[in-house]
């Protein structure tokens, strides 16, 4: 049985129960689950082949209506997430850097059904070395991350990479300008209130869970589409079933700027970049 399966059977009962109510609105706890596990593949770095951290500390921005219904059911909820981000990391085999835990923020700047997704890696001082589902202990030196995207800082990586490679950030490139940098431009898409980082050459959106970013829409082919981050970006249809809509403009291939407007089977994307 999926995580994502045992998680809303164990909700279920909360949610014909004491959150009958509070979830009328348009967010849904599997859908704020379904987003800290892209979290975590998102924001996973490897250690060496035996060890893969992802972060341990999250943030799930909400609109002021769904925080008012949701806050008096918080920490109940929090804890849930929190297992739900435990059962899945021991799933993927990744390791964490500290105790698992889930906050609600409200934010101003979202409607209602939309939400946000922050994470870092916070290193516990008392945790102890572990193995690959455990927490371990946070080398001398390193400092919390900060929420954002990327973690303003991550987990210091090896003295000495693993065989086959250096190590590096999972879906990412190497060592390079951070974000902000002078020259730098930072890219990123928006979907349902969650940014994804677009931190490579090519990001491939679809249905499968081997896409680079996954989309859980019946109308979306398995590999959908694909962005190119060249100048000037581009998004390329894989020959999806449905096609892709950008900007009102139904096409194959077509030039992103700032705010485009994707739409793949039933979701909206919206394209965003900006000058570091």
């Not at 004491?18 to 593949?41: N, W, Y």
Request: glycine share 14%; aromatic share 6%.
């Amino acid at each position: 049985m999926g995580v994502l399966k045992r998680f809303e059977q164990r909700l279920e009962g909360l949610v014909n129960g004491t959150f009958a109510k509070v979830f009328k609105s348009e967010v849904q706890p599997v859908e704020i689950a379904g987003a800290l596990q892209r979290e975590c593949d998102n924001n996973a770095t490897i250690w060496n082949r035996e060890r893969t951290v992802v972060p341990n500390d999250f943030i799930v921005e909400l609109s002021s209506g769904d925080y008012e219904r949701l806050s008096p059911y918080s920490g109940q909820l929090g804890d849930e997430l929190a297992g739900l981000v435990r059962d899945y990391a021991k799933q993927q085999r990744y390791s964490f850097m500290g105790p698992i835990k889930v906050h609600l923020e409200k934010a101003d700047d979202l409607d209602t059904g939309l939400y946000r997704v922050r994470s870092r890696t916070l290193a516990s001082s008392t945790s102890q070395p572990g193995g690959p589902q455990g927490q371990g202990e946070a080398p001398q030196g390193a400092q919390q991350g900060g929420y954002g995207y990327p973690p303003v800082a991550a987990p210091p990586m090896p003295s000495a990479p693993p065989p086959g490679g250096p190590a590096a950030r999972r879906g990412g490139p190497g060592p390079g300008p951070g974000p902000g940098a002078p020259g730098t431009t930072r890219r990123w898409i928006e979907i349902n209130g969650t940014r994804h980082q677009i931190s490579r050459p090519t990001l491939v959106l679809g249905r499968s869970t081997e896409a680079d970013v996954r989309i859980d829409d019946p109308g979306v082919s398995r590999r959908h589409c694909e962005i190119r981050t060249g100048t000037p970006p581009t998004i390329q249809d894989l020959g999806s079933t449905n096609g892709i809509v950008v900007d009102g403009q139904h096409t194959t291939r077509a030039t992103l700027r700032d705010g485009s407007r994707i739409v793949v089977g039933s979701t909206t994307i919206i394209y965003r970049q900006a000058e570091g």
